[in-house]
């Protein structure tokens, strides 16, 4: 069976000190796609470390993940309908 990277897969034991990038958005409870996304803007390197080709999470970064995607909600797009 071929490896899908862009589907979050539940992590071995949650706990561990390091996870993959899909372990994490299982964990988030988040998309692949928008990690991605975070880490792309991410150019200090907060986030996630990359030793050789693979992308990583430490139980640090994790926390700062979340504290960054649940942070403030992004107003809505709709209008208000008050005139």
Same mark, same amino acid.
């Given at each position: &069976?071929? +490896? @899908?990277?862009?589907?979050? %897969? #539940?992590?071995?034991?949650?706990?561990?000190?390091? &996870?993959?990038?899909?372990?994490?958005? $299982? @964990? &988030?409870?988040?998309? @692949?796609?928008?990690?991605? /996304?975070?880490?792309?803007?991410?150019?200090?390197?907060?986030?996630?470390?990359?030793? !050789? *080709? *693979? %992308?990583?999470?430490? *139980?640090? !970064?994790?926390?700062?993940? $979340? #504290?960054?995607? /649940?942070?403030?909600? +992004?107003?809505?797009? *709709?209008?208000? !309908?008050?005139?």
């Amino acid at each position: &069976m071929p +490896k @899908v990277y862009y589907l979050p %897969i #539940a992590p071995a034991d949650p706990d561990t000190d390091y &996870m993959t990038i899909q372990e994490t958005a $299982y @964990v &988030m409870k988040c998309s @692949v796609t928008q990690l991605r /996304r975070l880490f792309r803007t991410d150019k200090a390197g907060r986030f996630h470390s990359r030793p !050789g *080709r *693979r %992308i990583l999470t430490s *139980r640090d !970064g994790r926390a700062q993940i $979340y #504290a960054h995607l /649940r942070g403030t909600p +992004k107003p809505s797009r *709709r209008p208000s !309908g008050a005139a």
